[in-house]
C-alpha cells in the first residue's frame, strides 16, 4: 500500500471548517483514498472512501487533487464531537486483507 | 442488532498468565480482526480472519493466538501474558468486498502487571 503523509497535529475553531491533508505521493492507480476517526477511547469509525473524484456524505467531504498525491478530508462545520484523530489510508478497494493504520492528525477542535 | 461486541471491558493479569479476548458480531461480516493500540501509537494489526477456518498474521502476531470456527467468532489468546502486551486491544469487521467500511468493537483494556 502507499505510503501517506500527516500532520501529527491541528487545531480548529469550533463553526468552522476543518480541513486535514494527506500526502499519498506514491499513489497507484488501483489504489482508493480511505478516511477513519478514532475519538478517545472508542474504536476506529470509517468516514469516506474516494478514487479520484471528490466525494460527500454525511459526515465529510473527500477533495482528492487532480494528480491523486495528495487528498483533504473536510468537516463542513466542526463541533467539539469531532476532536478525534483522523487517519488517512490508501489502499486497492476490495482487497480483503489488513488495512494498516498511521499515526493519524490529532485534531482539536477549539471552542 | 448489537454489532460488534468485546469483552471483557477491562482486564488485569500477572505476566505468565492466560486469557481469551472475546469478540462477536451479528452482521454476517466474513471478515474479522484484532488490533492493538499503544499510548501515542496508532492501531497496530495482529492477526485477521477472511472467514471460518481462516486465520492469517498481522504487524504484531508473536505472542498472541486466533481461531476462526464460526463466523460470528473470533477470539483473541494471550497463552503467557507479558507486560509489554498492555494495551487497549480492538476487534473490526467488514463484509468481503467493503474492507474500506470497518466496524470496530469498543475496545478490551488489558494491563499486565
Known amino acids: 500500500d502507499a505510503k501517506t503523509t500527516q500532520p501529527t497535529s491541528m487545531d480548529c475553531a469550533e463553526g468552522r471548517a476543518a480541513n486535514l491533508p494527506c500526502n499519498h505521493s506514491?499513489?497507484?492507480?488501483?489504489?482508493?483514498v480511505y478516511w477513519y476517526r478514532q475519538i478517545h477511547s472508542q474504536g476506529p469509525q470509517y468516514i469516506i472512501h474516494?478514487?479520484?473524484n471528490n466525494e460527500t456524505n454525511e459526515m465529510a467531504s473527500l477533495i482528492i487533487t487532480e494528480d491523486r498525491k495528495s487528498s483533504t478530508l473536510i468537516l463542513p462545520h466542526a463541533t467539539l464531537r469531532d476532536t478525534a484523530v483522523y487517519y488517512c489510508?490508501?489502499?486497492?478497494?476490495?482487497?480483503?486483507?489488513?488495512?494498516?493504520f498511521g499515526k493519524g492528525t490529532r485534531l482539536h477542535i477549539l471552542p | 442488532n448489537a454489532g460488534v461486541t468485546q469483552t471483557p471491558k477491562f482486564q488485569v493479569l500477572k505476566t505468565g498468565q492466560s486469557m481469551t479476548l472475546q469478540c462477536a458480531q451479528d452482521?454476517?461480516?466474513?471478515?474479522m480482526s484484532w488490533y492493538r493500540q499503544d499510548p501515542g501509537m496508532g492501531l497496530r494489526l495482529i492477526h485477521y480472519?477472511?472467514?471460518?477456518?481462516?486465520?492469517d498474521q498481522g504487524e504484531v502476531p508473536n505472542g498472541y493466538n486466533v481461531s476462526r470456527s464460526t463466523t460470528e467468532d473470533f477470539p483473541l489468546r494471550l497463552l503467557s501474558a507479558a507486560p509489554s502486551q498492555t494495551s487497549v486491544y480492538f476487534c473490526?469487521?467488514?463484509?468481503?468486498?467493503?474492507?474500506?467500511?470497518?466496524?470496530f468493537g469498543p475496545g478490551t483494556r488489558l494491563t499486565v502487571t
Open positions: 489510508i490508501v489502499r486497492p478497494l476490495n482487497r480483503d486483507d489488513k488495512i494498516i
Open positions: 474516494g478514487l479520484k
Open positions: 452482521m454476517n461480516h466474513e471478515y
Open positions: 473490526a469487521t467488514n463484509l468481503m468486498g467493503r474492507s474500506y467500511e470497518q466496524y
Open positions: 480472519s477472511v472467514g471460518a477456518g481462516i486465520t
Open positions: 506514491t499513489i497507484s492507480g488501483n489504489e482508493y
